[in-house]
């Protein structure tokens, strides 16, 4: 491989695709990621996980709060190809247009199903039996450009977001890196439209449950689509009054929700005796 590229990328998933890059050798000239965060209730700043990885191997880092052209060609310079893993930050085109050889975005769906933030959950949420990962060429619509390659992943029926999430970003790098060293042969095709899919950022309200009320199939669903983040929960009623309780975990038998750890609002998590 006889070209430069770069990585925008922030959280883990980006992270776990950047650490098996570098292991196969096809380390990016520079990783371009969020600016350091407060994380926390101690609000403690803190550097994004692809930036943890990337000074680990003495890779230049570029963390811009906003993508300016010029500032963006005194730092990073002339690029051959770009790769784009859950960066989330709108990209402008005449930065993209800087790479020679274009864009490669990582998408953990068979697009064009599930197009947009949230696919691994919404993979979940309706109980799909398999998911998987795309390369396709960045253009202006969100995850819409030409597929360079994808590979399917059987959904396990014992998978939560986070088991998912991490498979996801050890096949991404596995189909990255098979394909980088060749990408100037690939033959990217079009999307299928006709069955294009999206998804929505999941949102506080979206993760609440009635477990009174709602179908068991589908608070277990919730439980394994939006844990940690944003957190499933619900409001607990006794004679103490309303609470807002979090359901952290949980098992699915017999069709019934068994709680095996919860945390109420201002109180720390409690694990539940099982009779």
């Known amino acids: 491989m006889f070209f430069k590229y770069i990585f925008f990328g922030t959280p883990e998933f980006a992270a776990i695709i950047l650490e098996e890059l570098i292991k196969a050798d096809l380390k990016p000239s520079v990783v371009v990621c969020n600016p ?3 994380i926390g209730r101690e609000k403690v700043i803190t550097p994004p996980p692809t930036k943890v990885i990337a000074k680990k191997h003495n890779i230049k880092v570029y963390q811009p709060e906003k993508l300016d052209i010029n500032e963006f060609k005194n730092e990073i310079g002339e690029i051959d190809l770009a790769v784009i893993a859950a960066y989330a930050k709108i990209i402008p085109n005449e930065i993209l247009n800087l790479s020679k050889m274009g864009v490669i975005g990582i998408h953990p769906s068979l697009l064009p199903k599930y197009r947009g ?7 979940i949420l309706r109980a ?3 998911t998987g990962v795309t390369l396709f060429i960045l253009d202006e619509k969100i995850d819409h450009g030409s597929i360079i390659a994808r590979t399917n992943l059987k959904i396990e029926e014992t998978d939560n977001y986070k088991t998912l ?3 996801l970003a050890l096949l991404g790098a596995e189909l990255l890196i098979k394909t980088l060293p060749d990408i100037e042969d690939a033959v990217p095709k079009p999307q299928n439209e006709n069955e294009a899919t999206f998804t929505k950022k999941i949102k506080i309200e979206d993760a609440f449950i009635d477990l009174e009320k709602d179908d068991p199939k589908t608070i277990w669903q919730k439980i394994k689509a939006l844990n940690p983040e944003p957190g499933v929960w619900t409001i607990n009623s006794s004679a ?4 807002r309780m979090k359901i952290l975990e949980a098992d699915f038998i017999d069709n019934k929700i068994i709680l095996r750890k919860i945390q109420f609002a201002g109180e720390k ?3 539940l005796k099982i009779n």
């Not at 933030?117 to 993979?123: F, G, K, V």
């Not at 103490?240 to 609470?243: E, H, I, L, T, V």
């Open 117 to 123: 933030p949230s696919p691994i959950q919404e993979a």
């Open 269 to 271: 998590p409690k694990i």
């Open 128 to 130: 799909e039996k398999e």
């Open 165 to 167: 999430h991490d498979k």
């Open 36 to 38: 350091d965060r407060p």
């Open 240 to 243: 103490d009054g309303s609470k």
